[in-house]
């Protein structure tokens, strides 16, 4: 609503604003709904973006996402290359507006000199996470099925072959990230905030299947020793529950994008010495709040 979302502007007049406000959703929502994330992000980021030029705002650091990016491409990702060609088609609704947030950040800065800028984080995760099984993300609705799992003594079913791979980021290091953006980051050109596994140090990539043959494929690009897969992240959820049950693939649901592998190398450029959590610490955290907060819990 873009009389209520001036309104607020006009009411607490923030000088500088960190614009999370979005429709969002797991892979299998996303498919269900794609006009709807499409008008809806729309409305929303053209209501804050141009809410925050009339009421004089210093800075904006928007929010975009890892899924924005072409489909076809090539490997790793990096912040050039948002807009060379259509993103997945599971999600394109969400990724085409969240691409225009790009557009319109060039926009303001092209005509009024506004320093509106956003980052791109990769899968983000942590406590207070919506652990939603349905329409939730990958790895807080898996943190929500383990629970489930070791509550009722049955399988672990996880949707898809287990095969994609993701990079993750905490929240807790992506909440560090941000102010760090809001206070020294100046480039209209958004900015990859990656996370780092710490999985696959100095261990050989996963087997890659083609045609029946298993090879051994080793790391060659920036970033893809910071990929987990489904398979392995259910691994470290399921270590870091103690859940002891039998883990089962459900092959007939969908796996979505294969991977999208984002280089942090403008980040690391910037910040080289930037510190962030261990990925198992990370889960290990994270698993212990919502078991700790279930009753609460966003679910």
């Not at 929010?63 to 999600?91: A, Q, R």
């Not at 092959?251 to 198992?280: E, H, I, M, V």
Request: aromatic share 12%; with cysteine.
């Amino acid at each position: 609503n873009a009389a209520e979302t001036k309104a607020l502007f006009e009411q607490h007049k923030p000088t500088h604003v960190i614009h999370l406000a979005a429709m969002v959703g797991g892979l299998f929502k996303n498919i269900r709904y794609n006009l709807d994330f499409w008008r809806r992000n729309i409305y929303i980021n053209d209501n804050v973006l141009h809410s925050a030029y009339e009421t004089g705002v210093q800075k904006v650091v928007s929010c975009l996402s890892t899924c924005i990016f072409p489909d076809k491409t090539t490997y790793p990702i990096d912040e050039t290359m948002i807009h060379n060609g259509p993103p997945h088609s599971s999600n394109f609704g969400y990724s085409y507006a969240k691409r225009m947030i790009d557009i319109q950040n060039r926009g303001y800065f092209e005509q009024h000199g506004c320093r509106f800028t956003a980052v791109i984080p990769t899968n983000v995760f942590g406590p207070h996470d919506n652990f939603n099984i349905e329409d939730g993300h990958v790895l807080p609705g898996l943190i929500h099925k383990v629970y489930l799992a070791k509550q009722t003594g049955s399988a672990l079913t996880i949707w898809g072959t287990g095969k994609p791979r993701r990079q993750f980021i905490y929240s807790l290091d992506l909440a560090r990230l941000f102010l760090w953006v809001l206070r020294e980051y100046d480039e209209v050109e958004p900015i990859i905030l990656s996370g780092k596994s710490c999985l696959h140090i100095s261990t050989p990539a996963p087997f890659q299947e083609d045609g029946g043959t298993a090879t051994i494929m080793p790391f060659s690009t920036v970033g893809e020793e910071d990929e987990v897969s489904i398979r392995e992240a259910a691994e470290v959820i399921v270590e870091a529950m103690n859940f002891r049950g039998e883990l089962v693939f459900d092959t007939t649901k969908a796996d979505g994008q294969l991977k999208k592998t984002a280089s942090n190398a403008k980040l690391q450029r910037y910040l080289p010495g930037f510190q962030f959590t261990p990925f198992r610490q990370a889960v290990k955290e994270t698993c212990t709040w919502f078991s700790t907060n279930y009753a609460n819990a966003r679910k």
